[in-house]
């Protein structure tokens, strides 16, 4: 039999019998949507990780203090059992770093601010002026903190929206006082609304100079240095001259920790990365499943239609004939059912990014290839047992069944 | 030279324990345009012996020679070939594609056969005409009436232009006048050269033969060449 003839005769048996060939190609449908949908899930949910910590800064290096990495066993942590505290003469002293070109000390607490009879808790951040640049926050009003003396607490501050909103209401705020825990700071600016962010809501934040923050939480200790390299390339310099000059000041005792935004969002991205994987082969197991459905209902068509491959058979089609037949059926439904799939995961995809604008839920190239050739495989694979079944019926008895 | 010949044949069928000879120590000769009718009771080898003769089943004993040629130890692709080029088959239950139009049906051994569509379609219209059937082109089976579809069968039967035609009671799921209709049409067929061979109950049809097998018990009971009695029936 001709190629086309094959596919005509295919085709004209599957769409003979409607029931069957819509339900196989709609099991067939589902599992390729489902590798689509559930990767373009797995996949936004990383890149909008990998997004959202990207905003947090560029090229960052990030200081802690504490010796928690696990860079082995260090005998000098066995014998000081208390780190020392990151302090804001540290983070001056980092200036000296050659690839660094710019930092921000961060100490951070929680504290009532009130203006005119309103009263909330908020979350406030000690730094400098260079903070708002390095974490890429924008002003809506107003100006930063003075580029002044790291230890000198200037009593004034920058808000969050939702405070401004909540304190202010429509009332201008720069240039109010308000009162946070037992200061009254004057507001230099408001930061942009930036809604939900990694780590802290930026528009429940007061950013103060650093001196200030820690004469109100009454510590000299820091919660982080914030160090931005100067380039990507130069990330790994900065990271190992802020380490030697932390460990110069402390007595040659590595007990900070220098995390690189690069490792982390490396790890980040493998992390899910790797539960996107997982996600594509919990959804290819439908798809297995799905093939294994075709093989049976072409088992069924083969039982079908015995009369029929009697009579071909008397009619002088050969057993590759009929196998092709039969093949080229099983490779039809999955072939549509993988189309009619990619094409609802596409839609549900579209779907989810309508009702979740900020979430990027598009399906990776490789797991749109990987499901649809799956579907195509698992169908032909699976068809082969009946077609092989159906080649070697006897014709005899096949003409019998009619 | 004769078109079948048979020798010495053995058809058995395994029954639970029992052995069943469907056909035993059969020899046979039919000649290249004979029109042959093949009667006995049920269960005593017609059906077997017309399935051998299409080779559709294989002897476990014995020869079958179609043209001089032993088509017994083919392979199953070769005898599919045959099949193809010099056997056509006209059913009882007719045997259609349910799916597919008169025309397509018809066309169906040349598709096997892989002809090219330029040709079966030029065929297929020739044997619509010749058949009566230029109007119902286009009708699947259940839009047909029995004696419609029989014809189609037949169509599909000789669109290879085979040497020899195998008739399964060809008119047994039909009245009788259809019936008579179909009759002539093979016998037509067998006037223009084509050996027909029909298997049959009815005594009147068998009668119409000019050589008569009578089977019993897997063997040849009676073989006789009359000359057909013609009788003003339908």
Known sequence: MRLADTLRFA???ATGYPMRTTLSVLAM????????????????????????FSSIGTNLVIVLPGRSGTGGFNPANAITTTPRDLTIDDAGALRRASAVSRLAPLAVGTSEVSFGGRLREVMVAGSTSEFIPIRNFELAQGQGLPDDDWNRGTPVAVIGATIRDEMF????????????????????????????????????LIIVPVALAQAMFNSNTLFRILVEAKS?????????????????????????????????????????GALTLGVAGIAAISLAVAGILVMNVMLVAVTQRTGEIGLLKALGATARTIRLAFLAEAAMLSTVGAVVGYLLGQLGAFGLRQAFPVFPAYPPDWAVIAGLSTALITGLLFGVMPARRAARLDPVQALMKH | MALIELTNIERVFQLGDSTVHALAALNLSINAGEYVAVMGPSGSGKSTLLNLLGLLDRPNSGTYRLEGRDVTTLSPDEQARVRSERIGFVFQSFHLVPRLTAAENIALPMTLAGIPAKERNARVAKALAGFGLENRA????????????????????????????????????????TGEEVVNLLEALNASGVTLVVVTHDQAMGARARRQLVMEDGRLKSDSHVSPPFQGEG
């Open chain 1, 11 to 13: 085709r004209d048996a």
């Open chain 1, 169 to 204: 209401g429509s009332e201008p705020a720069v240039g109010k006082l308000i009162r946070v825990g037992d200061r009254r700071l004057r507001v230099v600016g408001v930061l942009k609304s930036l809604g939900q962010g990694l780590g802290m809501n930026t528009d429940e």
């Open chain 2, 138 to 177: 286009d009708h699947r089976p259940d839009q047909l009436s029995g004696g419609q579809r029989q014809r189609v069968a037949i169509a599909r039967a000789t669109i290879m232009q085979p040497a020899l035609i195998l008739a399964d009671e060809p008119t047994g799921n039909l009245d009788r006048h």
């Open chain 1, 29 to 52: 449908s589902i599992g390729v949507a489902a590798v689509v949908i559930l990767t373009a899930l797995g996949d936004g949910a990383r890149r909008y990780v990998v997004g959202q």
């Open chain 1, 232 to 272: 990507r390339e130069a990330i790994p310099e900065a990271k190992e001259q802020v380490m030697e000059i932390l460990k110069q000041r402390h007595r040659g005792e590595e007990d900070v920790t220098v995390i690189t935004q690069d490792a982390v969002l490396a790890t980040f991205d493998k992390l899910l």
